[in-house]
């Protein structure tokens, strides 16, 4: 007897992008909106077999266009986002088809990740039950006072610096989060949900750069990388 496992794939895409000071998922980079390239990554990973797309109601209509742009293959559904991304990631689960058993978590503003890395995260998942992308820190780091002057070097030995995808049973991301959600935490970070309720969570290295559309400064980088990818940088 053959038992199928659903796995679906989690875009949070509700935020409002603040610090850009603009939408920042649909800024065009090379002809498509950063979104989209998220988006396109999730359908063309081989382990997703839905897309939930966690987005506020007024956007629904450009996501919809947007994926008869792309010629997605997935099927996916539209989940109303919440006021914090912890809220939304909760909506985005409970919508969940009742069989799902393996989630990954996307922030919408990570054009890069590759759908190689959604499939190595969900492959990983199945051994440990929670993982998270990650690279090794290797920049010095300083911790700075409330005035800019800084107040001591931090040992970086065993940092790494969390992205997403973010894999996780559904059993216990869930777990995770009805215990934050019971206590009233409020956490950007769902493996820190994690962590909280005494859940161990394994990193996956990301060899390729993953970085997150946050500042109008990182448009250049991340355009380049998506050019690269295409073959054209």
Known sequence: ?????MKVALMVAAGKGQRMGSDKLWLELDGLPVVGYTWGHLDQAASVDQVVLVVRNESRSAFVALGERLGVKKPYMFVQGGDERQDSVWAGLQSCPGDTQWVTIQDAARPCTSSALIDACFQAAERHGAVVAAHRVTDTLKRVDHGDRIE????????WAVQTPQVFSMELILKALTRVRSEGLVLTDDTAACEYAGIPVWVVESDQPNPKVTYPSDLPFVSWLLAKEKGQA
């Open 1 to 5: 007897m053959i038992f199928l496992t």
């Open 152 to 159: 001591e070097t931090v040992n970086r030995e065993g940092l």
